[in-house]
């Protein structure tokens, strides 16, 4: 298993790598958005310069807000134009892995229009973490919600021993650390 942490997209890039490599996190999961992460605002040979000092693999992710399932067809190109800058980047810095968020249209459409409306794209599994309470998407640290670690850790480490993303946001960065520490602690364990 790897541990990783994306930057937070409204701090400065090359501050957050600096705290994600300083941390010694397995890799650095890229978010793509405005407004200090937009793609033409990527340094790319001082983001490949930070990635080496401290061993960081990458993967990316672009906005969850990005329409490409949008029914209106001129905001689904949109969205896939602005998806293909976004990859543009993530390739010249070596990522494999991409995580893009479908966005399902509204009810009035059958599932096979949200099917057609959607971007499909050949990808890697990738898992991102954090802990929730009841059906609210929280990112929380691990501990602070209601799900069972052991048993999903236990059930994931079955068939998976990949790339982690911990998705825990909070102003206190002590409780990703916390996260990471206790995810590690418990891959280990059982």
């Known amino acids: 298993m790897k541990i990783g942490y994306p930057n937070h997209p409204r701090k400065p890039l090359l501050q957050e790598i600096e705290w994600i490599g300083r941390n010694r996190f397995d890799f650095f999961d890229l978010f793509l958005e405005e407004d200090q992460a937009s793609p033409e605002k990527v340094e790319i040979e001082r983001t490949r310069k930070l990635l080496r000092k401290y061993g960081l693999g990458i993967v990316g992710h672009t906005a969850c807000y990005l329409p ?17 800058r976004c990859f543009e980047v993530l390739h010249r810095l070596g990522t494999e892995f991409v995580t893009m968020h479908a966005n399902w249209p509204i009810a009035m459409f059958s599932a096979k229009d949200g099917i057609r409306f959607q971007v499909s794209a050949l990808k890697k599994l ?8 009841q059906n609210l998407d929280l990112h929380l640290p691990m501990g602070c919600g209601n799900i069972d670690w052991e048993r999903t850790l236990k059930c ?13 946001f909070s102003r206190d960065r002590d409780y990703v650390l916390l996260t990471k520490e206790k995810l590690a602690r418990l891959w280990r364990r059982i």
């Open 156 to 168: 994931l480490k079955k068939y998976y021993d990949g790339t982690i993303t911990l998705e825990v």
């Open 68 to 84: 490409i399932g949008s029914p209106v067809k001129a905001l689904r190109e949109t969205a896939v134009s602005q998806a293909l």
């Open 126 to 133: 990738h898992i991102h973490l954090h802990d929730n309470l």
